[in-house]
């Protein structure tokens, strides 16, 4: 058999079948793909954060003078020890400041970023985590861990002692604090005007799994913001505290106060225990929503567990145990599913777990949501400041209260 012979000028072999052909890319397309490729990575080195490293054995021996050399886009790893009188103003975006190897301890040593505090934020996107905030006072006597200005702050597992004011933030309407798994106790100033944690009329605070404890005379937290989310956090006065609100809402706005353990000591001087829009309603819609928390009153003769300023939106208390000598008020706003019970059903001290043989157990009702917002707590408060997500296996949360772990039974 002779072979087909293809010509140029021929058409499809007798077969029918054509030829395989091997294709070649042209130079045109090579470069393309080359340029490409170069772009790619250029872009990715662009994205990447630059990683700075501070601590007295390094080239960069303090946090001022990080925040000096940082730019946009860096991650600050920061040696743990004492840095006393290193304070910084940040205005940097996307900046991550994290300690290593342990607390990095900031002792303000007489020492003010702009007057104001340790550190001051303004920065569109702030996240730092690891540090202790101590000893802040200035001439104004606001003197602040942190005072944030704008942008948005994350602070997690940070602990604020000691200072005139813990945390306090601006006015700035578009602001946005996020705080986690820290720790807010002791601060004050000589004429008492102080708080734990301040939050001015920003857009929204978010605080969960923190601790807030023993102020004096001021609030534990204190926020003016539009949209509040305070979740599975402790708020207690403890021995020897003496805060006036443990929480307190002047300018309403939306509040989601799910899964907290507050707590009113005998020393206050104030005998509300939760209080909302006293100042008057700064905000187009104001709505407070109780669910799944522990109220304890320790005031001798009772409190009032909460003042509501006529004229809020919506009140919604549900699922919640009061522990004090005060009877349920049951307004304003709607009451379901709540339990008053004496302070000897629980265990000695601070301890507000439900005994394992208390008829409560299991009584909790579904609570519902809010605005797209589910009122069942996701997690619950794990001392000290720190929260643990609830099994969705064991049906939690079933008991009413902030806590679904039980003390046993009475022996």
């Not at 807010?184 to 605070?205: T, V």
């Not at 109780?290 to 304890?296: A, D, G, P, R």
Request: net charge neutral; with cysteine; aromatic share 8%.
């Amino acid at each position: 058999m002779q072979p087909e012979i293809i010509r140029a000028d021929s058409g499809p072999p007798a077969s029918g079948r054509m030829p395989a052909m091997r294709s070649t890319p042209s130079l045109f397309a090579t470069l393309c793909r080359l340029w490409l490729l170069a772009w790619l990575l250029l872009a990715g080195a662009a994205d990447a954060a630059t990683l700075l490293r501070v601590g007295p054995q390094r080239t960069i021996k303090t946090i001022a003078a990080a925040a000096k050399t940082a730019g946009d886009n860096t991650e600050i790893e920061v040696d743990a020890g004492d840095y006393a009188g290193d304070v910084a103003v940040w205005t940097q975006s996307h900046i991550t400041l994290r300690a290593v190897g342990g607390r990095v301890r900031l002792q303000a040593n007489g020492m003010a970023a702009e007057g104001k505090g340790i550190w001051v934020v303004r920065s569109p996107q702030f996240t730092v985590e690891g540090f202790d905030f101590s000893g802040a006072q200035v001439e104004s006597r606001n003197g602040a861990g942190i005072r944030f200005e704008a942008g948005k702050l994350v602070v997690r597992n940070c602990s604020f002692t000691y200072n005139e004011m813990g945390l306090l933030t601006s006015n700035d309407a578009n602001a946005v604090l996020e705080v986690e798994d820290s720790e807010f106790a002791y601060n004050s100033r000589p004429d008492g005007h102080n708080h734990n944690l301040y939050i001015g009329r920003i857009a929204r605070a978010t605080v969960s799994g923190s601790y807030l404890h023993h102020a004096r005379t001021g609030h534990l937290l204190k926020s003016r913001a539009a949209t509040n989310y305070i979740l599975y956090n402790r708020l207690t006065d403890e021995a020897g505290g003496s805060a006036s609100y443990e929480l307190e809402f002047p300018d309403g706005g939306v509040a989601y106060v799910i899964g907290n353990i507050v707590q009113q000591g005998p020393l206050t001087e104030n005998p509300h225990v939760v209080s909302f829009g006293a100042e008057g309603y700064a905000w187009p819609s104001n709505q407070l929503y109780l669910s799944h928390n522990t109220l304890v009153d320790d005031l001798p003769g009772g409190g009032t567990w909460l003042r509501v300023k006529p004229g809020a939106d919506a009140v919604l208390a549900v699922n919640n145990l009061f522990i004090g000598p005060t009877p349920l008020p049951g307004t304003p706003g709607t009451w379901r599913n709540n339990f008053r019970l004496d302070r000897s059903a629980f265990a000695p001290g601070y301890d507000y777990r439900l005994r394992a043989d208390s008829p409560l157990v299991g009584k909790a009702m579904a609570p519902g949501s809010a605005n797209g917002q589910d009122l069942r707590p996701q997690r619950e408060y794990i001392h000290p400041a720190h929260s643990a997500a609830l099994s969705p296996a064991g049906n939690a949360p079933h008991n009413p209260g902030a806590l679904q772990q039980l003390n046993p039974a009475r022996p």
